[in-house]
């Protein structure tokens, strides 16, 4: 009987992971030469302000970023993509970081529907 438990438990939480719905912020980024460890604060500091927003509205986590190539990414999911977006639209309109770019919303994991905002300028 406990191995037939943890068994369902184990394939309820894969399911509730695999269905877990994602927020992509992509930005155009460069760290200028000397001052790297200083512009990716910018970047960290941004992350700080859409996990509080996130953790306000509990709307999921945010998982971590990739600077490189002229680009950084953003990644956060939860179990509502919309309601996640909701909950951080107002930090990313404000960031002088993401004014020239753009939020994929994926309705559901990798490879599943999604729809694209562009942010700031590109508005």
């Known amino acids: 009987m406990i191995r037939i438990s943890a068994f369902i438990f184990a394939l309820l939480i894969s399911t509730v992971v695999s269905a877990e719905e994602a927020v992509i912020v992509v930005f155009p980024f460069e760290t200028s030469q000397g001052s790297g460890t200083a512009s990716l604060e910018r970047v960290f500091l941004l992350e700080d302000e859409l996990e509080k927003a996130i ?69």
């Open 55 to 123: 953790r306000n509205a509990k709307a999921g986590e945010l998982d971590g970023n990739e600077v490189g190539q002229g680009v950084a990414v953003i990644y956060m999911y939860g179990p509502s993509a919309s309601v996640l977006y909701g909950a951080i639209r107002s930090v990313l309109e404000k960031s002088s970081l993401t004014q020239e770019g753009y939020v994929r919303v994926r309705f559901g994991p990798p490879g599943s529907k999604e729809n694209r905002y562009k942010l700031g300028n590109n508005s």
